[in-house]
């Protein structure tokens, strides 16, 4: 059975995302899946409980830009532009910027760039908090299912093979965010 935190745990469930493991957390709309971006291992298990091609990548949630910068090659990113998509956060905006080399090549999948949102849903950010930075965010589904959106679809998708669960509310969004390049403005995903 997967360990439930609650809000008052949360600095457990954030040391239990240091120790490797992957946990469900509420985000703006949906139930995601998330681990430490730096660990292969922990990654390798988000795709293999959703059953997703490794090429496809994945976002970052961050609790403020400080947590996400370092992955933004900044060199390639206009001040005015950076400007802009910093004015949109916290908030329910995901930005596909070109990527530096701090992005670890599995959580870009077969993408030139890495998409990042610094949320203003409470226990997202809370969780990035404790955690200490910038955390895996990819809903929390099989490949093809729509997304969990309550603790009983997510206990029917995964069962006992996730390691843990923040429970918490999730936002008020009905779908999860736009994902939009940041450069361009084209959205990729509404």
């Not at 390639?76 to 004015?87: E, T, Y």
């Not at 949320?119 to 729509?146: E, I, M, Y």
């Not at 998708?157 to 361009?184: C, E, H, N, V, W």
Request: net charge negative; charged share 20%.
């Amino acid at each position: 059975m997967p360990r439930r935190y609650i809000l008052a745990e949360i600095d457990a469930a954030a040391a239990s995302l240091r120790s490797g493991d992957v946990l469900a957390y509420p985000t703006e709309a949906v139930f995601g899946l998330g681990c430490d971006p730096h660990n292969r291992q922990a990654f390798d298990r988000i795709f293999a409980l959703k059953q997703r091609p490794p090429t496809q990548g994945v976002l970052l949630i961050a609790a403020d830009f400080t947590q996400i910068e370092r992955y933004v090659d900044t060199a390639k990113v206009p001040a005015d532009v950076l400007a802009q998509v910093r004015a949109s956060w916290p908030g329910p905006f995901t930005w596909v910027f070109p990527r530096s080399a701090e992005v670890p090549d599995w959580v870009a999948g077969a993408h030139p760039g890495i998409a990042l949102r610094v949320t203003a849903h409470a226990p997202a950010a809370d969780l990035c908090r404790a955690f200490g930075g910038a955390l895996v965010s990819t809903s929390a589904n099989p490949h093809g299912q729509p997304p969990a959106r309550d603790l009983a679809t997510l206990s029917s998708y995964f069962g006992d093979t996730l390691d843990g669960m923040l429970d918490a509310p999730l936002g008020g969004a009905s779908q999860p965010t736009t994902i939009r390049d940041a450069l361009t403005g084209v959205i990729i995903r509404t």
